[in-house]
């Protein structure tokens, strides 16, 4: 598995941008794939995680309304659209690969980790 993470940028707040997850590996079909983020001096937290088919999709309090979690499996690609966007949500974006099908917050739970994208959200 080879993750990699894109779309991150410099924007203002209330704008919106759209993350997106890709392996060039393999496919990612059979696994719940995940959105985790770690703001300077923070420890990471989980943002969002979609299940194998898509059917159920979790999000952290702070995001609810505002970002959307989505797979297309024929291209082996996960998408966070990020709308809103507010400071706090100045971060390291990562997306993960999970173990299991089923969607989870749990980070221990994703053994493949791609590089970051940065998100910059200004006042």
């Known amino acids: 598995v080879q993750l990699q993470a894109s779309g991150g940028g410099l924007v203002q707040a209330g704008d919106s941008l759209r993350l997106a997850c890709a392996n060039s590996?393999?496919?990612?079909?059979?696994?719940?794939v995940g959105w985790f983020r770690q703001a300077p001096g923070k420890e990471r937290e989980f943002v969002a995680a979609?299940?194998?088919?898509?059917?159920?999709?979790l999000y952290t309090d702070s995001v609810k309304g505002r970002f959307t979690i989505s797979r297309d499996n024929a291209k082996s690609m996960v998408s966070l659209q990020m709308n809103s966007l507010k400071p706090e949500d100045t971060a390291v974006y990562y997306c993960?690969?999970?173990?299991?099908?089923?969607?989870?917050?749990?980070?221990?739970?994703?053994?493949?980790w791609g590089r970051g994208t940065q998100v910059t959200v200004s006042s």
């Open positions: 993960a690969v999970a173990r299991s099908p089923i969607a989870t917050k749990n980070p221990g739970q994703y053994p493949y």
């Open positions: 590996k393999r496919t990612f079909s059979n696994n719940a």
């Open positions: 979609i299940s194998w088919r898509g059917g159920e999709s």
